[in-house]
C-alpha cells in the first residue's frame, strides 16, 4: 500500500522558513520522480516543485517559488523535502507530496498546513 505522510507545516511570518517533510512507503522509490503540491484557500492544487527519479536530480519550479523553494530528497530514507525560504502570505496552503508528472489521486495524504501571516 503506496503511502505519503506530510509533515512540517505550521504558522510562519513573512520572509520567514519552514522544511517540509514527505516519508513514503509501498513504493520503489528511487525510480520516481517526485513533487510537492499545495492546495491554497479556494484554489486549484498546483505543483510547485519537482525532483527527478532514477539516476537524475533534475528539479523543476512554479515561477511563484523560484528562488526560495528547494526541493530534494533521500532515497535511502524514501523520503522528499521542500525547503521554505522568504515565505509570503500567498505561500498559505496546504501541501502535499506526491509522484509526478502525474499525482496517483488514490494515494493523496493529509497533507501539511502552511501559514504565513503576521
Known amino acids: 500500500q503506496v503511502q505519503f505522510v506530510d509533515s512540517g507545516g505550521g504558522l510562519v511570518q513573512p520572509g520567514g522558513s519552514l522544511r517540509l517533510s514527505c516519508a513514503t512507503s509501498g513504493m520503489i522509490f528511487q525510480l520516481f520522480g517526485m513533487g510537492w503540491y499545495r492546495q491554497g484557500p479556494g484554489n486549484q492544487r498546483e505543483l510547485v516543485a519537482s525532483?527527478?527519479?532514477?539516476?537524475?536530480?533534475?528539479?523543476n519550479y512554479a515561477e511563484s517559488v523560484k528562488g526560495r523553494f528547494t526541493i530534494s530528497r533521500d532515497n535511502a530514507k524514501k523520503m522528499v523535502y521542500l525547503q521554505m525560504n522568504n515565505l509570503k502570505p500567498d505561500d498559505t496552503a496546504v501541501y502535499f507530496c506526491?509522484?509526478?508528472?502525474?499525482?496517483?489521486?488514490?494515494?493523496w495524504g493529509q497533507g501539511t498546513r502552511v501559514t504565513v501571516s503576521s
Open positions: 506526491n509522484v509526478v508528472p502525474r499525482p496517483a489521486d488514490r494515494y
Open positions: 525532483i527527478a527519479g532514477g539516476d537524475s536530480d533534475s528539479t
